[in-house]
């Protein structure tokens, strides 16, 4: 017997800052009592909502206006004057219990660290850092990362 389930729509951003050596990333961590990546590091971002589903002819336009909110609900920054360009979609394995076709996007902020408030609830911790840092963290196992954010971060610049 076949157990589908459909992907949800989601997306996330890919959120850049200017370094003295190059460049970073904004990881969030999720809390770990949480049912779905729990104690994982991930770029912000979300489901769509029924609402953006509606409001939109396409899902890359409705994920867009999710990863937008998701960032502002998860760490407190507004990214809506900010252009959020489509870099790459990812969907959940078919025989995942939870599923998302997320589409990731890219942006850079002038934002600084000082204006990232984190919920407390789901979102426990935040960092900027290199992709080269994070992925040797990640190597070293003090940082974990679910697939698709460590096939990301691996391919930046």
Known sequence: MDNYVPAKPAGTVVLLRASEQSFEVLLLKKNPKLAFAGGVWVFPG???????????????????????????????????????RHFCKWTTPREEKKRFSTWFF????????????????????????????AIQKHREGSISFMPPNLTAISHQP
Do not use: H
Request: net charge negative; glycine share 6%; proline share 1%.
């Open 46 to 84: 979300g489901a769509v909502d029924e609402d953006e589903t509606r409001a939109f002819a396409d899902e890359c336009s409705a994920a867009k206006v999710a990863a937008r909110r998701e960032i502002f609900e998860e760490c407190g920054l507004d990214v809506g004057e900010v252009e959020l």
């Open 106 to 133: 890219v942006a850079v902020s002038d934002q600084a660290s000082s204006r990232i408030l984190v919920d407390g609830s789901e979102i426990i911790d935040y960092q900027w850092i290199s992709p080269k840092s």
